[in-house]
């Protein structure tokens, strides 16, 4: 069983007296907290960074819209409930939040935990190291965190590879509440994230390159494709049952050339069982209840995360 990669060991700080002895400034100045950025991504709407923490001696991650969005109020509003959202959600599998603020020019940004480790896309990229039950083990931990944000009313809707990061010392994390969806008290709900725009026959160089609505395509359930207003948290069952099924069968659930063809077979086409694209040995319940997360129906679907991490935990090697 191989381990899942670690980064450099140059990339963890060690702990010295002189980062816990030293003293706090008299007069805490808030513009003078933050120092040595680094950046380490750049979203379509959002940059992300790391940087030191004078404060308590620590790099922590750094997350600020980009400069032409940073006085969007549309854009400044899904900030903040992603910032929100995520510091409400306080779960092992998910990344703990410290702090929300504006800088020095106004514009928001938050801090979190600077987690290193490798998304589930960069895993999967070479699949054939690991043995698949660590594989389902990072389902189990994502459908629990899944499973503790439903509880408190909130849908990620945004589940793939490429928002799950797997850890060197065993962290297994939910990325990205960007696109959550969360509720009134009066159980409305208001839609801050933008529609955008499907092209026909845009062609697809990856998977994981697709036109974006709402979330990966090949990730999402039709009720998500389809706007569903009643949509629910099996939307998310739906997802992570595409990644399992991408785990079992080393693809997408929908792998068409162009967005049009990839909604039209999400839609109405049920993807050829995994034991059919591989000749790797599929177990037979991880088959079945991959091909039932992803049922077209929600109606047809496990129901409930928790009731997917009792199938998983189940032996079916």
């Known amino acids: 069983m191989t381990a899942f990669p670690e980064p450099p060991s140059d990339e963890y700080a060690i702990v010295y007296l002189e980062n816990t ?7 805490l100045s808030h513009n003078m907290r933050y120092a040595y950025f680094k950046t380490i991504a750049k979203g379509g709407k959002a940059v992300i960074q790391s940087c030191k923490d004078l404060h308590l001696s620590r790099t922590i991650c750094y997350k600020k819209l980009r400069t032409e969005f940073a006085e969007d109020p549309i854009e400044q509003k899904r900030f903040l409930r992603e910032a929100r959202v995520s510091a409400l959600l306080q779960h092992p599998n998910t990344v703990p939040m410290y702090e929300l603020g504006r800088d020095a020019k106004g514009h928001y940004y938050f ?12 895993v999967l990229d070479y699949r054939e190291r690991y043995d698949l039950k ?16 439903h509880n408190h009313r909130v849908i990620h809707r945004d589940i793939k590879p490429e928002n799950i990061l ?18 009134n008290t009066d159980g409305g709900s208001e839609e801050i994230v933008e529609q955008p725009k499907i092209i026909s026959n845009k062609k697809i160089t990856s998977f994981t390159d697709l036109e974006q609505l709402q979330g990966t395509i090949s990730y999402m359930s039709p009720e998500q494709i389809n706007r569903d207003p009643d949509i629910d948290y099996r939307t998310d069952i739906y997802s992570l049952g595409t990644v399992l099924f991408e785990i079992l069968a080393g693809r997408p659930p ?22 059919t694209l ?40």
């Open 111 to 122: 801090t979190m935990k600077l987690v290193h480790g490798y998304t589930l896309r960069e």
């Open 254 to 275: 929908s792998i068409q050339e162009n967005v049009n063809d990839m909604i039209q077979e999400t839609l109405n086409e049920m993807p050829p069982k995994p034991s």
């Open 134 to 149: 660590q594989l389902i083990n990072v389902i189990i931990q994502i459908a629990y965190a899944l499973e503790y944000a």
């Open 166 to 183: 797997v850890g060197p010392f065993g962290e297994i994390l939910l990325l990205d509440w960007g696109l959550a969806k969360v509720w």
């Open 278 to 317: 591989t000749n790797i040995r599929i177990p037979n319940l991880l088959e079945k209840v991959t091909m039932q997360c992803i049922a077209k129906n929600a109606t047809e679907r496990i129901q409930s995360c928790a009731e997917l991490v009792r199938y998983l935990e189940e032996d079916w090697s």
């Open 21 to 27: 002895d030293q003293d706090l400034p008299s007069n």
